[in-house]
């Protein structure tokens, strides 16, 4: 089945530095990808929608100068937290279509625990 | 506006008992909705969709577009049932996800 993955798995940074995380899918070829959050005890937050070689499409509140998505390939997308500050400890999930499928068919990576102290 | 609702929390079933995971819906239009798992230490995976109207793991769903719900249901509860379910709803090009429900099947 299709895999999707996620690194690092989780990461803890300075308050003010900035943290890249990547996300991968390993045997398909994903033309969009999404960018989830999870607080604890929480559902999953849409953060962005990011589509191969064209810009992020963000949901309304998430700010994208501090939020930066990058989809530079059909098998990569970056998400990079700029100037992290506590209030971004989060549990950070993608997710990836392949291009012939629909909506549903997202395959989840395992998501990213990132930590600012 | 588009919306999922998953009142329960939290929902603990004794072993073999019947389960019933609540999800309502608000979407204007015709919409696909989906149950989404995750189990312990796991990545969150499709359970099932409304338009494939299949069962899985014994877990059924049925679409009530009447009442607008989308409960998941399963005759008999097993311990490897104990986990967090997500309802979910396809909305244009993304996913719009209920709270979730953990559910706690008891021994």
């Known amino acids: 089945g299709a895999v999707v993955s996620q690194h690092p798995s989780w990461v803890i940074c300075k308050s003010g530095t900035s943290v890249k995380i990547e996300c991968r899918s390993l045997?398909?070829?994903?033309?969009?990808m999404f960018w989830y959050r999870q607080f604890p005890k929480q559902s999953l937050m849409l953060m962005a929608t990011?589509?191969?070689?064209?810009?992020?499409?963000?949901e309304q509140g998430v700010e994208k100068d501090k939020f930066l998505i990058n989809h530079a390939s059909l098998t990569l997308s970056t998400l990079t937290v700029t100037s992290a500050h506590p209030e971004d400890s989060s549990f950070y999930i993608c997710?990836?279509?392949?291009?012939?499928?629909?909506?549903?068919?997202?395959?989840f990576g395992p998501g990213t625990r990132l930590t600012v102290l | 506006a588009q919306r999922v609702t998953q009142p329960e929390k939290l929902l603990s079933v004794f072993k073999g008992a019947p389960v019933e995971l609540k999800c309502n819906y608000s979407y204007s239009g015709s919409p696909e909705l989906f149950w989404y798992v995750q189990y312990s230490r796991q990545r969150l995976q499709l359970l099932l969709r409304?338009?494939s109207r299949e069962s899985i793991k014994g877990f059924t769903a049925d679409l009530n577009k009447g009442e607008t719900s989308f409960h998941l249901k399963k005759p008999f509860a097993q311990e490897e049932d104990s986990a967090m379910y997500y309802c979910?709803?396809?909305?244009?090009?993304?996913?719009?996800f209920g709270k979730g429900t953990r559910l706690h099947i008891l021994p």
């Open positions: 979910a709803l396809s909305s244009r090009d993304k996913i719009i």
């Open positions: 045997d398909f070829q994903a033309t969009t």
């Open positions: 997710s990836a279509s392949p291009p012939a499928g629909l909506t549903d068919t997202q395959y």
């Open positions: 409304h338009i």
């Open positions: 990011s589509n191969e070689g064209s810009k992020a499409t963000y």
